[in-house]
């Protein structure tokens, strides 16, 4: 199992941006697929960027455009950059994984952090 540890949440204004990072304490695959997902009050987790051993990445609609998935393998840390932030885009944001380069983090699948929080203001 993989313990992952997210970090840089915080609250900013509308238009700002923000880095998210996610330390994973080791990490034994070399196949996978890691992503970013929040949740907002009362609403559904949304898993928002994808992306696997392969390089490949895949976003949201909702936040194509605007956030960057990117991974340091030295690190072993996943980032989420977010610009041009807007109020809707608050929520708790989770980083998860699995050892499968096909299969992507859900509801219930891979390992997962305990998230960290965006708070976005108009």
């Known amino acids: 199992q993989v313990q992952l540890v997210e970090s840089g949440g915080g609250s900013v204004q509308a238009g700002g941006s923000l880095r998210l990072s996610c330390a994973a304490s080791s990490f034994p695959y070399s196949r996978y697929c890691m992503a970013w997902v929040r949740q907002a009050p009362g609403k559904e987790r949304e898993r928002i960027a994808t992306?696997?051993?392969?390089?490949?990445?895949n976003y949201a609609d909702s936040v194509k455009g605007r956030f960057t998935i990117t991974r340091d393998a030295v690190k072993n840390t996943l980032y989420l950059q977010m610009n041009s932030l807007r109020p809707e885009d608050t929520a708790m944001y989770y980083c998860a994984s699995t050892g499968s380069r096909t299969t992507c983090p859900s509801e219930g699948v891979g390992d997962w952090g305990q998230g960290t929080q965006v708070t976005v203001s108009s």
């Open positions: 992306l696997n051993n392969d390089g490949r990445t």
